[in-house]
């Protein structure tokens, strides 16, 4: 299903700036999964088999709500309306479904059990709840959406995917390359945690990088790598100096690369935008201009 409602074609779609699932969003999301239960399209995963022995006939409810709160032991089960989860754990149950789900495509009808053999096409099946999924969370604000396999991501404010982009790292050092691919890809999970992870990465990709120019001393070293930024001497170079100051003793005091009682933990989401996107972009300019490219991948690359 499309987007073609009359206050999106003529105000725009509402800003994706909401990080919580609220009770009106879970009611839908409720029904849409509890359809799906309903018209037999988990039983690509979860096939109830047919009393004779003639192939899958639907979803078997059983199996669903099993491996259910197994894979995903926070959610209570049978679901309720009335009862809202933590918003990670309906995108971990929406990840779930998603792996289950296909179109259901009907064959011969069995009058005496008064059910139709089915099969599935999983592409389809996907397709449609993924779609259902994104229009409700479109619709309402909500700062996640389902990637086309399933996978559940965050929705970037729009300065901070424009800082980050879809980088490609080839900084010739291969663990450089992996702490900053690391960063950059956790840092597009809905999940608080999975970006103070991705934020620790980025600060400690920035110490590596000091150590990167010729020589043993590594303030001599990040001296060199400000040098290539900015001539020595002028303004601009003084101001990156100190902004590289600044980014090494706001990982040493916030909790980023240490744990001490001391630290103080950064539990709100807009900073942890603000704080990465500064590193990232203070990272990117000395890596072009060390000649330790970042740019975007080629048209051919996934």
Known sequence: ????????????????????????????????????????????????????????????????????????????????????????????????????????????????????????????????????VNLLFQRNGVAFKLEADGRAQRILPQPVAQALGRQMFDTGERELDRLLEYARSHFLSPKLDDRRDATEKLWDAFERMKTLEPGSDKRAQADALLDRAAAPGTRMRDAFAEEASALTSIGNSLRIRHSEVTQEMIDRSKQLDWLFVRMFSFVRLLLLASKRSAHPPSSGSQ
């Open 1 to 132: 299903m499309g987007t073609s409602y009359y206050t999106d074609r003529e105000y725009g779609a509402r800003p994706a700036i909401s990080e919580t699932i609220d009770a009106r969003v879970w009611g839908a999301l409720h029904a849409l999964i509890d359809m799906r239960i309903g018209n037999g399209a988990f039983g690509f995963r979860f096939a109830e088999q047919c009393p004779d022995g003639n192939g899958p006939c639907g979803c078997d409810r059983q199996a669903f709500a099993q491996f259910l709160q197994a894979e995903v032991p926070w959610i209570d089960w049978p679901l309720r309306r009335d009862e809202l989860p933590e918003t990670p754990v309906v995108l971990d149950l929406l990840e779930f479904c998603a792996k289950a789900v296909g179109e259901p495509i009907l064959g011969n009808h069995h009058s005496y059990y008064h059910h139709y053999h089915m099969e599935w096409d999983r592409a389809a099946g996907l397709s449609s709840f993924v779609a259902d």
